[in-house]
């Protein structure tokens, strides 16, 4: 079993912690004690919390304007995790209206390909004396804590934050995750919805692209043109993520 399985049923409604013990016992890594497994699963960006003898979705209690949205961009040597490497992150956080923190770090690595050069102006100079992905990981989870990540094209950028902090022994990552263009489809009319054309279609105008924190702060320009277009009953986080997959 994955933790998909746990969060669609925590979407629903509360769990006992008896049911919570019966799903976490069938995911491999299972770690034996249900207190350790649910503050691991926590650590890892799952949105639990305790309700009385229930074990909660906090995304389905909590409001839009009190949620902290992660917005991510990062830009890497090529498409595949488990053969490329990132070379940049940039992160803000977000809540209400306002943008409370921000990430942004070169990752070193020994070489850049050409193309990604010209993409994006990253060098390999620009690299050499950057943190090592260790380091930048490490730094970034705890940027990341307890917040929903959202980029544009999330599955990217989540899929391989994930992949390459599970292979350095950080863990994979459980945060709630939201994609901006799945959010621009419900509520933007939009010849095509890549991020430059955006960019541009909408008049944000950030001046900079294929760069991670521009990218990111571009991603959540999106957003909030989104939100004003959005049902109103949508109130809590899980009823924006729920929209935005169109499972309401």
Known sequence: MTYDKLYNKLRNSPISREDFLNYVSDIASFCGDIEEEFEMLKACGFPLKKENENIVLSTTQTKLEDEIFCFVDI???????????????????????????????????????????????????????????????????????????????????YGFISYQMDRIGLGEILNPKLCTIDLA????????????????????????SHRAYADALTSLKVFEISLFSIPEWINSTQDLLDFSKGKK
Request: glycine share 6%; hydrophobic share 40%.
């Open 75 to 157: 830009e890497t040597t090529g498409s595949k995790p488990d053969q490329h490497s990132i070379i940049e992150i940039g992160a803000l956080k977000y809540q209400n209206g306002t943008i409370i923190d921000k990430f942004e770090s070169f990752v070193y690595v020994e070489e850049i390909p050409e193309k990604i050069i010209e993409l994006t102006g990253i060098s390999t100079q620009n690299v050499l004396k950057s943190p090592s992905l260790v380091d930048v990981l490490r730094d970034f989870r705890i940027f990341l804590s307890g917040c929903v990540f959202v980029a544009h094209n999330v599955s990217f950028d």
């Open 185 to 208: 489809h419900k509520t933007i009319l939009s010849p095509r919805y890549s991020l430059p054309f955006l960019n541009e279609f909408l008049g944000i105008n950030t001046p900079v």
